[in-house]
Antibody, heavy 116, light 109 residues
Framework: EARLVESGGGLVKPGGSLRLSCAASGFSLNDAWMTWVRQTPGKGLEWVALIGSKSYPGRIDYIAPVKGRFTISRDDSENTLYLQMNSLKTEDTAVYYC???????WGQGTLVTVSS | DVVMTQSPLSLPVTLGQPASISCRSSQTLVHSDGVTWVQQRPGQSPRRLIS???NRDSGVPDRFSGSGSGTYFTLKISRVEAEDVGVYYC?????????FGQGTKVEIK
């Protein structure tokens, strides 16, 4: 059975960094287009970052508010997706989910709180 | 960016009665097979119900149906059950980065 498990969330001060991980099982991450989606009470669900499958190695994209601060990557040997988040802002506070790009598989989410 | 707008945002429904949620896109979706509906039950992660406008995911009851084309799409529940309580979102996965709809909260009257 395919499964995604996120980790790495927590409380961080504005300007700080966090790295989120998403461990996949039951399928190979590099065969799938993957995304990070976040959810805040005020803004609902929002795409954050996208990475193409191994057949599209250069396909990476971000929403405008996180460009230059967040980096999506994948470790094929670990079958794990990452989201490196730098220069965090209070408005990045959210539950972060990793998903397949078609939204057919979601993790349980990890909470990121950016606050002083 | 494609913006998806849902209505209503709150939908109180009597058990056993039908429910309908609409979703309008800001642009005509030439390839509307990106339209997807997800359900989020209280305290749970979102779960995909319908892809490509009308394809139900495995395990999704057939009381759920999706339809539409162009700029107007609909999710219908033929007879609402207690387990259907939650928030429903539409999104177009074919356009990056389209917005998710604001969500429609379905509750039992």
């Amino acid at each position: 059975e395919a499964r995604l498990v996120e980790s790495g969330g927590g409380l961080v001060k504005p300007g700080g960094s966090l790295r989120l991980s998403c461990a996949a099982s039951g399928f190979s991450l590099n065969d799938a287009w993957m995304t990070w989606v976040r959810q805040t009470p005020g803004k609902g669900l929002e795409w954050v970052a996208l990475i193409g499958s191994k057949s599209y190695p250069g396909r990476i994209d971000y929403i405008a508010p996180v460009k230059g601060r967040f980096t999506i990557s994948r470790d094929d040997s670990e079958n794990t997706l990452y989201l490196q988040m730098n220069s965090l802002k209070t408005e990045d506070t959210a539950v972060y989910y990793c998903t397949t790009s078609g939204l057919g598989l979601w993790g349980q989410g990890t909470l990121v709180t950016v606050s002083s | 960016d494609v913006v998806m707008t849902q209505s209503p945002l709150s939908l109180p429904v009597t058990l056993g009665q039908p429910a309908s949620i609409s979703c309008r896109s800001s642009q005509t979706l030439v390839h509307s097979d990106g339209v997807t509906w997800v359900q989020q039950r209280p305290g749970q992660s979102p779960r995909r119900l319908i892809s490509k406008v009308s394809n139900r995911d495995s395990g999704v009851p057939d009381r759920f149906s999706g339809s539409g084309s162009g700029t107007y799409f609909t999710l219908k529940i033929s007879r609402v059950e207690a387990e259907d309580v939650g928030v429903y979102y539409c999104v177009d996965i074919a356009n990056w980065p389209s917005t998710f709809g604001q969500g429609t909260k379905v509750e039992i009257k």
